[in-house]
Protein backbone atom coordinates (compact mmCIF):
# COMPACT_ATOMS: atom_id res chain seq x y z
CA UNK A 1 0.00 0.00 0.00
CA UNK A 2 2.80 2.11 0.87
CA UNK A 3 4.60 1.72 -2.58
CA UNK A 4 1.62 2.24 -4.30
CA UNK A 5 1.11 5.64 -2.75
CA UNK A 6 4.34 6.42 -3.24
CA UNK A 7 3.76 6.17 -7.06
CA UNK A 8 0.63 7.83 -7.09
CA UNK A 9 2.13 10.69 -5.36
CA UNK A 10 4.93 10.60 -7.97
CA UNK A 11 2.59 10.63 -10.67
CA UNK A 12 0.69 13.20 -9.66
CA UNK A 13 3.39 15.46 -8.87
CA UNK A 14 4.87 14.78 -12.23
CA UNK A 15 1.11 15.53 -13.95
CA UNK A 16 0.93 18.88 -11.58
CA UNK A 17 4.00 19.85 -13.08
CA UNK A 18 3.19 19.71 -16.39
CA UNK A 19 -0.24 21.47 -16.44
CA UNK A 20 -1.31 24.59 -15.37
CA UNK A 21 -1.75 24.96 -11.71
CA UNK A 22 -5.26 26.30 -12.71
CA UNK A 23 -6.51 23.67 -14.34
CA UNK A 24 -4.90 20.72 -12.00
CA UNK A 25 -6.93 22.42 -9.17
CA UNK A 26 -10.10 21.86 -10.86
CA UNK A 27 -9.77 18.74 -12.60
CA UNK A 28 -7.68 17.22 -9.57
CA UNK A 29 -10.13 18.06 -7.22
CA UNK A 30 -13.28 16.27 -9.23
CA UNK A 31 -10.91 13.29 -9.85
CA UNK A 32 -10.65 13.10 -6.43
CA UNK A 33 -13.95 13.45 -5.30
CA UNK A 34 -14.77 10.62 -7.78
CA UNK A 35 -12.01 8.31 -7.31
CA UNK A 36 -12.76 7.94 -3.16
CA UNK A 37 -8.99 6.12 -2.85
CA UNK A 38 -7.04 8.69 -4.21
CA UNK A 39 -5.99 10.71 -0.58
CA UNK A 40 -8.07 13.74 -0.07
CA UNK A 41 -4.75 15.79 0.56
CA UNK A 42 -2.74 14.44 -2.32
CA UNK A 43 -3.95 17.33 -4.72
CA UNK A 44 -4.41 20.24 -2.75
CA UNK A 45 -1.03 19.79 -0.94
CA UNK A 46 0.97 18.84 -4.08
CA UNK A 47 -1.02 22.10 -5.67
CA UNK A 48 0.19 24.06 -2.69
CA UNK A 49 4.09 22.92 -3.03
CA UNK A 50 4.14 23.98 -6.64
CA UNK A 51 2.88 27.17 -6.47
CA UNK A 52 5.34 28.01 -3.20
CA UNK A 53 8.11 26.62 -5.82
CA UNK A 54 6.42 29.29 -8.43
CA UNK A 55 7.00 32.00 -6.19
CA UNK A 56 3.49 32.59 -5.73
CA UNK A 57 2.11 34.65 -3.14
CA UNK A 58 0.16 33.07 -0.99
CA UNK A 59 -3.23 35.23 -2.01
CA UNK A 60 -2.74 32.70 -5.03
CA UNK A 61 -4.00 29.88 -3.20
CA UNK A 62 -7.47 31.62 -2.63
CA UNK A 63 -8.17 31.94 -6.33
CA UNK A 64 -6.65 27.90 -6.18
CA UNK A 65 -8.71 26.93 -3.41
CA UNK A 66 -12.02 28.40 -5.35
CA UNK A 67 -11.73 26.73 -7.93
CA UNK A 68 -10.89 23.51 -6.27
CA UNK A 69 -14.17 23.93 -4.40
CA UNK A 70 -15.50 24.42 -8.01
CA UNK A 71 -14.33 20.63 -8.97
CA UNK A 72 -15.21 19.00 -6.08
CA UNK A 73 -18.50 20.69 -5.87
CA UNK A 74 -19.54 19.18 -9.27
CA UNK A 75 -18.21 16.29 -8.38
CA UNK A 76 -20.60 15.92 -5.44
CA UNK A 77 -23.47 16.77 -7.56
CA UNK A 78 -22.98 14.12 -9.12
CA UNK A 79 -22.23 11.96 -6.63
CA UNK A 80 -25.72 13.19 -5.34
CA UNK A 81 -27.84 12.29 -8.08
CA UNK A 82 -26.11 8.67 -7.87
CA UNK A 83 -26.95 8.18 -4.51
CA UNK A 84 -30.50 9.56 -4.80
CA UNK A 85 -30.95 7.22 -7.84
CA UNK A 86 -29.41 4.30 -5.91
CA UNK A 87 -31.71 4.67 -2.85
CA UNK A 88 -34.66 5.09 -5.28
CA UNK A 89 -33.60 1.52 -6.25
CA UNK A 90 -33.11 0.20 -3.33
CA UNK A 91 -36.57 0.80 -1.05
CA UNK A 92 -38.26 0.07 -4.82
CA UNK A 93 -36.74 -3.22 -4.77
CA UNK A 94 -35.79 -4.00 -1.44
CA UNK A 95 -37.66 -1.49 0.84
CA UNK A 96 -40.35 -4.40 1.77
CA UNK A 97 -37.83 -6.62 2.86
CA UNK A 98 -36.02 -4.37 5.02
CA UNK A 99 -38.87 -2.44 6.58
CA UNK A 100 -39.11 1.32 5.04
CA UNK A 101 -40.25 3.08 2.14
CA UNK A 102 -38.81 5.58 -0.28
CA UNK A 103 -41.24 8.12 1.87
CA UNK A 104 -39.51 7.27 5.02
CA UNK A 105 -35.95 8.12 3.67
CA UNK A 106 -36.42 11.23 2.31
CA UNK A 107 -38.43 12.58 5.51
CA UNK A 108 -35.06 11.88 6.84
CA UNK A 109 -33.44 14.68 5.29
CA UNK A 110 -36.48 16.70 5.35
CA UNK A 111 -35.31 17.27 8.97
CA UNK A 112 -32.55 19.60 7.54
CA UNK A 113 -34.90 22.52 6.67
CA UNK A 114 -32.38 24.62 5.38
CA UNK A 115 -32.04 26.84 8.90
CA UNK A 116 -28.80 28.65 9.60
CA UNK A 117 -27.51 25.53 11.70
CA UNK A 118 -27.71 22.77 8.93
CA UNK A 119 -25.63 24.78 6.95
CA UNK A 120 -22.54 25.21 9.68
CA UNK A 121 -22.75 21.66 10.25
CA UNK A 122 -22.46 20.77 6.68
CA UNK A 123 -20.01 23.49 6.36
CA UNK A 124 -17.87 21.80 9.13
CA UNK A 125 -18.00 18.12 7.85
CA UNK A 126 -17.25 19.58 4.40
CA UNK A 127 -14.23 21.56 5.72
CA UNK A 128 -12.28 19.09 8.76
CA UNK A 129 -9.39 17.62 6.92
CA UNK A 130 -9.94 14.25 8.16
CA UNK A 131 -13.48 13.67 7.21
CA UNK A 132 -14.17 11.05 4.02
CA UNK A 133 -16.12 13.72 1.69
CA UNK A 134 -17.64 11.52 -0.36
CA UNK A 135 -19.21 9.46 2.40
CA UNK A 136 -21.23 12.79 3.39
CA UNK A 137 -21.95 13.21 0.18
CA UNK A 138 -23.73 9.95 -0.49
CA UNK A 139 -25.59 10.48 2.85
CA UNK A 140 -26.82 13.21 1.45
CA UNK A 141 -27.95 12.21 -1.78
CA UNK A 142 -29.64 8.92 -0.06
CA UNK A 143 -31.98 11.00 2.11
CA UNK A 144 -32.31 13.52 -0.96
CA UNK A 145 -31.16 16.07 1.60
CA UNK A 146 -32.59 19.63 0.53
CA UNK A 147 -30.18 20.29 -3.04
CA UNK A 148 -29.68 24.30 -2.28
CA UNK A 149 -28.68 23.56 1.15
CA UNK A 150 -26.53 20.39 0.02
CA UNK A 151 -24.76 23.00 -2.78
CA UNK A 152 -24.07 25.83 -0.63
CA UNK A 153 -22.48 23.97 2.22
CA UNK A 154 -20.49 21.89 0.06
CA UNK A 155 -18.63 24.84 -2.01
CA UNK A 156 -18.09 26.63 1.32
CA UNK A 157 -16.82 23.69 3.23
CA UNK A 158 -14.30 22.81 0.04
CA UNK A 159 -13.34 26.19 -0.18
CA UNK A 160 -11.98 25.83 3.01
CA UNK A 161 -10.69 22.25 3.54
CA UNK A 162 -8.74 23.49 0.23
CA UNK A 163 -7.03 25.74 1.48
CA UNK A 164 -6.20 24.22 4.39
CA UNK A 165 -4.32 21.46 2.00
CA UNK A 166 -2.86 24.35 -0.11
CA UNK A 167 -1.49 26.27 3.14
CA UNK A 168 -0.15 22.97 3.78
CA UNK A 169 1.44 22.69 1.06
CA UNK A 170 2.65 25.93 0.67
CA UNK A 171 4.92 25.71 3.82
CA UNK A 172 7.17 23.22 2.57
CA UNK A 173 7.76 19.34 1.29
CA UNK A 174 8.50 18.04 5.11
CA UNK A 175 5.06 19.28 6.14
CA UNK A 176 3.70 17.99 3.40
CA UNK A 177 5.08 14.31 3.52
CA UNK A 178 4.62 14.36 7.41
CA UNK A 179 1.27 15.60 6.81
CA UNK A 180 0.30 12.94 4.09
CA UNK A 181 1.39 9.63 6.13
CA UNK A 182 -0.02 11.08 9.04
CA UNK A 183 -3.91 11.75 7.53
CA UNK A 184 -3.98 8.58 5.58
CA UNK A 185 -4.30 6.09 8.36
CA UNK A 186 -6.80 8.24 9.59
CA UNK A 187 -8.72 8.93 6.56
CA UNK A 188 -8.91 5.25 5.81
CA UNK A 189 -10.19 4.66 9.43
CA UNK A 190 -13.26 7.56 8.86
CA UNK A 191 -14.13 5.72 5.36
CA UNK A 192 -14.71 2.40 6.92
CA UNK A 193 -16.44 4.35 10.35
CA UNK A 194 -18.68 6.04 7.78
CA UNK A 195 -19.75 2.73 5.95
CA UNK A 196 -20.36 0.63 8.91
CA UNK A 197 -22.28 3.95 10.21
CA UNK A 198 -24.73 3.77 7.14
CA UNK A 199 -24.97 0.14 7.73
CA UNK A 200 -26.09 0.30 11.40
CA UNK A 201 -28.15 3.16 10.45
CA UNK A 202 -30.27 1.32 8.20
CA UNK A 203 -30.59 -1.95 10.41
CA UNK A 204 -32.08 0.56 12.79
CA UNK A 205 -34.68 1.46 10.66
CA UNK A 206 -35.83 -2.16 9.97
CA UNK A 207 -35.79 -3.09 13.38
CA UNK A 208 -38.03 0.00 14.66
CA UNK A 209 -40.21 -0.51 11.34
CA UNK A 210 -40.60 -4.55 12.63
CA UNK A 211 -41.05 -3.45 15.97
CA UNK A 212 -44.14 -1.31 15.17
CA UNK A 213 -45.66 -3.43 13.06
Given at each position: MENILKNLETSIGLLAEKTPLEIFSFAGSFIEEVIAPI???????????????????????LFLALLASCGKTAASWLLYVLADKLEDFISSRFGKILGFSHKDIENIGRHFNGTLRDDIILIALRAIPIMPTSTVTLVCGFIKLDIRTFLRSTFIGYFIRSFIFLYIGFNGVATYETFIKNTEGIESF???????????????????RRRRK
Open positions: PSPLIMTTAGTIAHARDHQITYLMKMAGLVIVVVFVFFIYVI
